[in-house]
């Protein structure tokens, strides 16, 4: 099987696909940062819907996500932005994390693996 790479830098590839599975790499909010976690959220989960796209997929295709909260106090907005966004009876297995992200005006960080058509 081959493996596919998008949006290839020296450091990381935004997206790799591999046998019908689609990694996508840590999206954070490019273009809110400072910005509410509701309004950080939503930019995020527009990227991954954006990446999703170009492999071949969507967010009922979703198998895992993974949510890094710079402060789990932001738990309930981004949570609201969450579920205005996920496809209605497609939840996908779901962890979410307190930690420290790379850029201070980073409030969340979003990990997704979902399979391909």
């Known amino acids: ?38 309004e950080q959220t939503k930019d995020v989960l527009a990227e991954i819907d954006r990446l999703l796209a170009e492999v071949n997929s969507d ?12 402060d789990m106090n932001d738990y309930a907005e981004m949570n609201r932005a969450w579920d205005e966004w ?3 009876n497609n939840s ?11 850029n201070e005006s980073w409030k969340v960080e979003i990990v997704i693996t979902a399979a391909t058509n």
């Open 1 to 38: 099987m081959t493996i596919q790479r998008f949006h290839i830098s020296k450091r990381l590839s935004e997206v790799t696909v591999y046998n019908g599975v689609a990694y996508l790499a840590g999206q954070i909010p490019a273009n809110t940062p400072n910005q509410p976690i509701y």
């Open 59 to 70: 967010k009922t295709r979703i198998l895992r996500a993974e949510v890094v909260l710079a």
């Open 86 to 88: 996920v496809a209605e």
């Open 92 to 102: 996908p297995a779901r962890a979410c994390i307190e930690a420290k992200l790379a």
